[in-house]
């Protein structure tokens, strides 16, 4: 089992940054994705870090994923850069056991942080 605690986000500006941090504890062999949820609308996939990073369209070239393991635990951030209001969403940190954009293949998540960009 992985315990995941999402922290960093809040309010930006358009065109502004902000800086999602997760840390996930227990095990470090994972795959670690960040996915968005807006009101009313589905959960959304924004990027994952395994032996390198995918993003989806809408965020490449303004969102960065990073990670950083210890023998037990992983520390995966996501710099957003540019952001838009289309950004705002409450976001959520996953882990699973295989690379993949769909959220059901993820079996360890976070309890989200709410990103707001507005002006």
């Known amino acids: 089992q992985v315990q995941l605690v999402e922290s960093g986000g809040g309010l930006a500006q358009p065109g502004g940054s902000l800086r999602l941090s997760c840390v996930a504890s227990g095990r470090s062999d994972v795959v670690m994705a960040w996915f968005r949820q807006a009101p009313g609308k589905e959960r959304e996939y924004v990027a994952r870090?395994?032996?390198?990073?995918?993003?989806a369209d809408s965020v490449k070239g303004r969102f960065t994923i990073s990670r950083s393991n210890t023998e037990n635990a992983v520390t995966v951030h996501l710099q957003m850069n540019s952001l838009k209001s289309e950004d705002s969403a409450k976001y959520f940190c996953?882990?699973?056991?295989?690379?993949?954009?769909?959220?059901?293949?993820?079996?360890?998540w976070g309890h989200g942080t709410q990103v707001t960009v507005s002006s």
């Open positions: 870090e395994w032996f390198g990073a995918d993003y």
């Open positions: 996953a882990a699973g056991p295989r690379i993949s954009r769909y959220a059901e293949n993820y079996d360890n």
